[in-house]
């Protein structure tokens, strides 16, 4: 069953986070991983939420968004993410 990972991500320090941009989408694609918007224009509906950049992407399954996760390639990248930037993220299943 397919998979939807939704992040959205504040960065704090743009020059640093480019090195993430351009290294991640290895790893993603790796994983089965798709990237499906990546912070293009973002218009809130309804509520109060205030997406920063708005990254949504589609795994196979949520057990291959749980193995990016845990890859060791990734997880330099990811101590890189968590530095320069904040980041809130949900997996949810697809249909």
């Not at 959205?8 to 990237?35: Q, T």
Request: charged share 25%.
């Amino acid at each position: 069953m397919p998979a939807y990972l939704i992040v959205n991500i504040r960065v704090n320090d743009p020059v640093a986070y480019e090195r993430y941009k351009a290294e991640v989408p290895a790893l993603i694609r790796k994983h089965g991983g798709e990237y499906l918007a990546r912070g293009g224009k973002c218009e809130v509906l309804e509520g109060d939420w205030r997406p920063n950049r708005l990254v949504l992407f589609r795994f196979p399954s949520l057990k291959s968004i749980q193995a990016l996760d845990a890859d060791p390639e990734y997880q330099p990248l990811k101590n890189l993410r968590q530095s320069v930037a904040y980041t809130e993220s949900v997996a949810v299943e697809g249909v």
